[in-house]
Structures are given as C-alpha cells and as structure tokens.
C-alpha cells in the first residue's frame, strides 16, 4: 500500500477528530497511561502522584506546571467524557485514578504505547518513538512501530496523522491529532526552520573543512616549488 497518497489531508483528519482534548487533558491521561506502564505498583494513582507526573521535567515536550486544583478540574472534564474513571480502593485514604483509553479506542498495549508517547513528547518519527517507548512497550523493530502508526492513522476518527517531510529530511514525522491542532503548526515550522538551520550549519562546516585542505594542499605545493627552485640556485 502507498502510505503516501492514502494520506488524507492533516487539516481534513484534524477536523474529523471526536473528543478534542486540550493540553491539560492530554497530559493527565498521558501520564496515567504512562504510569500504569512504568510504575504498575502504584497504580491507579492518587491525585498527588498525577500532579507530579504532569510536572515532571524529563520526558515531556512542553514542560508544564500545572497545580493540583488544575489537574482536579481535568481529571473531573475527562471523568465526565468517559476517559477516566474515579477509583476507590478499599483501606485506601485517598481517590485514585485510571485511565480507559483501551476502552474509549480498542487500543492494545503496543498502539496505546505509540500514541502515549506522541502525547508526551509531541511530533516524533518512528525511530524516536521506538527508542522513546521501551518501557511501555518493546517493539522488536521499526516495523513494528510503523504498523502501529498506521493502525492509528486508518482509525476512524484518525488518532495519528503523518506529516509531509520536512526539507532536506529523510525520515517522515508523526503526530497524534487528539487535540484537533497537528501539535500546532508553530510547532511544525520551527521544526522545519530547526532543519533548515542544520542544514545550513552542515554545509558550511564542510565549506570549511574543504577550504582548509586546498589551503594545506597550496603551502605543499609552495614549498615542493621552493625546494625545486633552490636546485638551481
């Protein structure tokens, strides 16, 4: 199948999107499929443990503070919509929470994985969400991964949009479509500008290695020339 020309336009899978989440949303049922993951433990998590894993500095794109009367209000938004579900375990002082997105999408382990990292980090190819998604599920090889985009991408409603390469890229970028944005095109133009820069940056690193041999290279030939001449001096 030509992956490529099956693709239907990012504006028009964006628009078809149900259920749009916002950043705070995103983050908080990311982070319970993420936990219940990494830390099985203890998980479902109390509201305590959510704030500080929405806040976590590592592993996230953006980096976000959000406090916990932000994330009680999100977690009340999403309870509502179904993709959360309030749990009260017995002994325990505190509520805890898990999330259903298995339920809400008919998503297995690998696919849920897949899409929790594009959650996290945002636009990524395929080599980086492998490399990024270990803990929550070990994909053997890049096909792997790429079966599972593709799985995304033909849901329907799409969970999953891939998006045009980049200028002088070789690999194709990925991006979830839950919030209706492509991760923002913002966020797609400066990844493009970023490309762009290195390209540049690269080719004038060579421009000046190249320049330093012929340099090299011309002293050589001036002191052959002058040992040359001292022959006949």
């Known amino acids: 199948?030509?992956?490529?020309?099956?693709?239907?336009?990012?504006?028009?899978?964006?628009?078809?999107?149900?259920?749009?989440?916002?950043?705070?949303?995103l983050r908080v049922l990311a982070v319970l499929a993420e936990k219940e993951a990494l830390t099985p433990d203890s998980y479902p998590l109390s509201l305590n443990a959510l704030v500080n894993g929405c806040n976590q500095l590592s592993s996230r794109d953006p980096v976000m503070t959000l406090?916990?009367?932000?994330?009680?209000?999100?977690?009340?938004?999403?309870?509502?919509?179904?993709?959360?579900?309030?749990?009260?375990q017995a002994g325990a002082r505190v509520a805890k929470y898990q999330?259903?997105?298995?339920?809400?999408w008919s998503l297995e382990q690998?696919?849920?994985?897949?899409?929790?990292?594009l959650m996290l980090r945002g636009v990524q190819t395929a080599g980086e969400i492998r490399a990024r998604s270990g803990r929550l599920h070990e994909f053997a090889s890049l096909i792997e991964v790429e079966t599972c985009l593709q799985f995304l991408i033909d849901k329907y409603p799409p969970l999953v949009a891939r998006l045009a390469r980049a200028p002088g890229t070789k690999e194709v970028r990925y991006a979830h479509?839950?919030?209706?944005?492509?991760?923002?095109?913002?966020?797609?133009?400066?990844?493009?500008?970023?490309?762009?820069?290195?390209?540049?940056?690269?080719?004038?690193?060579?421009?000046?290695?190249e320049v330093s041999l012929l340099r090299e290279e011309v002293a050589g030939l001036k002191e052959q020339f002058r040992q040359f001449k001292q022959q006949f001096e």
Not at 180 to 200: E, F, I, P, Y
């Open 110 to 117: 690998d696919k849920l994985a897949v899409l929790t990292i």
């Open 99 to 104: 999330h259903r997105l298995r339920v809400k």
């Open 67 to 88: 406090s916990e009367s932000d994330v009680q209000q999100t977690l009340q938004r999403l309870i509502a919509e179904k993709f959360i579900a309030e749990v009260n």
């Open 177 to 209: 479509l839950l919030s209706g944005s492509v991760s923002s095109s913002d966020d797609l133009a400066a990844s493009h500008g970023q490309t762009s820069s290195t390209s540049r940056s690269d080719r004038i690193a060579q421009l000046e290695e």
């Open 1 to 25: 199948m030509d992956h490529e020309n099956t693709q239907a336009p990012l504006e028009e899978s964006a628009a078809i999107v149900q259920d749009l989440l916002d950043p705070r949303e």
